[in-house]
């Protein structure tokens, strides 16, 4: 009944390939305010979106304006050689933040391009794991006149499996949490632990990267991201970012129990402000609280031994990462200076933030680490 309540919702145009392309890419963007940053990503994308580039594979990307009006398109370049917009079908009344929107915009690119590889770049506000009913502040991930996605949404709107990676061009959403909720979403993740400027990512250097045969070269992307921030974007030289290899998650929460454990489990775990001097990542305006660098904080807590195995594992898991000097927090306005830097951001429990810490118990990281 859902996939036909949504099918009648669509104008369809027919384009199925016959034989399998290389790599299929997905841009799921939601709008919100950011529609003319987002708009110039798209003309970025087409700058460099070129038949040679993207090497046999599918450049498609679903927009959102708001919750009665979305299109699905395909950027790809035409006889004369100029990259342009190929409109495939609309999505009439179908809210992009809906796990259930976000499944069927899968399956319809899936259906409509068979491929040998799947990647997905999500494009939107983001705040990590924060849920939104906490405070109006924050988003998880997408916002939509005023309605905005949680982590759990997230998730049940991702296939198991299918992508090779997901980048996410979102504020901080290489939160530890976030990336292990997802482990089993895609092979790696490309994300920031910081808010990520609003220009976001520089796409006109990074495309072709994410169609190379093989992997996608996520490392070289993250660089380039890196270095958009550090050399050319002078209005906001901000740029933190990390590629994560999910298999590895797993062995890391195993390490960061055997920490808390002997720190004295959860309960001391559960700290009470002013907090130490912990590296701040992220802090958004009207957010109870910010996060932080996930090494910096498990430092203070680990043995020496403790905290080479948690090292090693985040070696493993973290196979790039690229950080400027400072970091912008909306909250205050302010820059913090970037010392410490692990690649990943994660939420300390505190005693002042009881709705908080409820709602952090239901993510599957608490459950494998604090439990």
């Known amino acids: 009944m859902l996939l036909a309540a949504v099918l009648c919702g669509c104008s369809r145009e027919v384009r199925i390939d016959s034989e399998p392309a290389g790599r299929t890419v997905l ?8 529609d003319s940053w987002l708009a110039q990503n798209i003309e970025d994308m087409k700058q460099t979106a070129t038949a040679k580039n993207l090497n046999g594979g599918h450049l498609v990307v679903f927009y959102s304006a708001n919750a009665h009006s979305a299109e699905l398109f395909e950027l790809r370049e035409g006889s004369g050689g100029q990259v342009t917009r190929h409109h495939i079908r609309d999505y009439a009344d179908a809210s992009a933040i809906s796990a259930s929107t976000m499944r069927q915009v899968v399956r319809d690119v899936v259906d409509l391009y068979p491929s040998a590889s799947y990647g997905m770049i999500l494009s939107s506000h983001g705040t990590a794991w924060l849920p939104a009913d906490v405070s109006p502040a924050l988003r998880a991930f997408g916002d939509e006149d005023g309605r905005r996605m949680e982590m759990s949404e997230l998730a049940a709107g991702l296939p198991d499996g299918l992508f090779d990676f997901l980048v996410f061009d ?6 530890v949490e976030c990336v292990y909720e997802l482990r089993g979403k895609a092979r790696r993740i490309m994300a920031s632990p910081s808010e990520t400027m609003r220009y976001g990512i520089p796409y006109h250097t990074v495309v072709p990267l994410l ?3 093989g992997e996608a070269r996520l490392d070289e992307a993250a660089r380039r991201f890196y270095l958009f921030y550090h050399d050319e974007y002078d209005e906001a030289p901000f740029a933190n970012i990390a590629v994560v290899r999910t298999a590895e998650l797993e062995e890391l929460a195993l390490v960061t129990r055997e920490i808390i454990a002997g720190y004295g489990g959860r309960t001391a775990a559960i700290f009470t402000p002013p907090l130490p001097d912990w590296q701040l990542l992220s802090h958004w305006t009207g957010s109870p609280t910010g996060l932080y660098d996930f090494a910096d904080v498990m430092s203070r807590m680990a043995t020496v031994e403790q905290y080479v195995r948690l090292s090693l594992c985040l070696n493993r898991a973290v196979e790039a990462s690229f950080t400027t000097e400072y970091t912008y927090c909306t909250e205050g306005r302010r820059t913090v200076r970037i010392d410490r830097f692990s690649g990943l951001s994660v939420y300390p429990l505190q005693s002042h933030l009881a709705s908080l810490n409820a709602r952090y118990m239901q993510l599957q990281w608490y459950s494998d ?3």
């Open 27 to 34: 841009v799921y963007m939601i709008a919100s305010d950011l």
């Open 170 to 175: 979102a504020c901080s959403m290489a939160a």
């Open 211 to 213: 169609f190379t045969r």
């Open 369 to 371: 680490v604090y439990q």
